[in-house]
């Protein structure tokens, strides 16, 4: 069972409240989680990852473990705390601004 923090708005958005939690079949990875996700919450397609490209939205960050993931390929196996649910998958709304 994986654990998925939402920002604030992706949750109002899905209608729920705290963590999701999923579960995957096989190896997890972004892309698994993220795919089960946008299954479980057909609402949230196209705002975490852009609809055609399934490319991360530029103000949206992944993080797991105190590691930022943003910028690792989608198919790199998730830390083993994350897969075991220990540890949640966070899904960040970045800031940007001056």
């Given amino acids: 069972m994986i654990r ?3 920002p604030v708005h992706l ?4 209608r729920v409240n705290g963590d999701v ?3 995957i079949e096989g190896a997890v990875t ?7 996700l946008e299954a479980r ?13 399934l490319k991360r939205r530029a103000f949206i960050r992944f993080f797991a473990c105190e590691q930022d993931l943003s910028n ?3 198919d790199t196996p998730l830390p083993e ?3 075991k649910g220990t540890e949640p ?9 001056g």
């Fill in 11 to 14: 949750r109002t958005l899905a």
């Fill in 41 to 53: 919450y057909p609402m949230l397609r196209g705002t975490i990852r852009d609809h055609v490209t």
């Fill in 81 to 83: 705390a994350v897969a």
């Fill in 89 to 97: 998958y966070l899904i960040v709304g970045a800031m940007a601004g």
């Fill in 4 to 6: 998925v923090a939402l």
């Fill in 30 to 36: 972004q892309r698994s989680v993220l795919d089960a």
């Fill in 72 to 74: 690792e390929s989608p």
């Fill in 21 to 23: 939690t999923l579960d």
